[in-house]
């Protein structure tokens, strides 16, 4: 809706976008925009245009995707969320080297948003994210639900005897993962868990302590810190060994979960990671549930 942003995007001048927008009026014989002082607005017809060309651009680019030769020396390049990568993810890779060596998958650590234009940039095969699943052009697979339980250290538990049910929670002594996925409130597993509880904690966002990775509250947590919110597919190898504990058996559905990140049509070596992630999280989810009591 601005002509100088889509000459900034094309690297041509704002008047060279405002002459083509003007010449291809003119050729319809019908106005695309309505032109007013604070705002540029489409017509109903520009609208219909606007549709019809962005599938089309999509059509091309996910052609192009497919068609490119895959990088010899690369590989398969999945982008995924940092402490999922390092909590889930990579303890399990040797099975996969084992198993298909050809593939040559490399695992990326980042958080970034994604869309088609961004995989396509960035040479990405896929992605796994731990979201909410909304992608206007990709496709999003969900193959793994999450489940959220406070833990703690044994030492912190001893030394905070009286800490026996949710309503003995105080905010101060809460770790918070301040970005769970893109768009989430910095206080939203808590809060989420609080309420499964019916337990409230006034000052929540003001107090505890903030990390911008599940996994570093966790560490915290470890170190006797606090009480941080477990992601059961980051915890249950803590809980299990006794490192961490979980003081109130009350495990809670996120809203959020694990989804596998492509292209609407992925390439067979793409298909075959998914299918491996797949099967690796039916084996986690058979154990999460024994454990937890799910």
């Known amino acids: 809706m601005s002509f100088t942003k889509a000459a900034s995007e094309l690297c041509i001048t704002q008047g060279a976008v405002s002459q083509q927008v003007k010449l291809l009026e003119e050729w319809l014989r019908r106005p695309l925009f309505l032109r007013t002082p ?3 607005l489409p017509t109903p017809e520009g609208q219909w245009l606007a549709v019809v060309l962005r599938e089309s651009f999509q059509a091309i680019e996910g052609t192009l995707t497919q068609l490119r030769s895959p990088s010899p020396d690369h590989g398969l390049a999945l982008s995924c969320a940092p402490s999922f990568a390092m909590g889930w993810l990579t303890p399990r890779l040797g099975d996969f080297y084992r198993a298909h060596p050809e593939v040559g998958l490399r695992v990326i650590a980042e958080f970034h948003v994604l869309d088609r234009e961004r995989m396509a940039r960035d040479d990405l ?5 731990f979201d909410l699943g909304q992608y206007r052009d990709l496709q999003a697979t969900e193959f793994l639900d999450e489940w959220l339980l406070p833990v ?9 005897p009286a800490l026996r049910t949710p309503a003995d929670l105080r905010a101060p002594m809460l770790l918070h993962d301040a970005s769970a996925w893109v768009g989430a409130d910095p206080c939203e597993e808590w809060a989420h868990w609080l309420r499964a509880a019916e337990a409230e904690l006034p000052q929540l966002a003001q107090q505890g302590h903030h ?3 599940s996994q ?12 941080a919110i477990g992601r059961a597919a980051l915890v249950l190898d803590d809980l299990v060994a006794g490192r961490l ?5 009350l495990p809670v559905r996120s809203r959020a979960s694990y989804h596998f990140v492509s292209v609407p049509q992925p390439g067979a070596h793409t298909v075959l990671v998914q299918a491996w992630i797949a099967a690796q999280a039916a084996r986690f989810r058979a154990e999460r549930d024994r454990v937890l009591g799910l």
């Open 125 to 129: 095969a896929a992605a796994v994210r």
């Open 211 to 213: 990390f911008n990775l």
């Open 216 to 227: 570093l509250a966790l560490a915290a947590a470890l170190t006797g810190q606090g009480i």
């Open 245 to 249: 504990v979980a003081p109130f058996a």
């Open 38 to 40: 604070r705002a540029l």
């Open 152 to 160: 703690a250290s044994p030492a912190f538990l001893a030394a905070h």
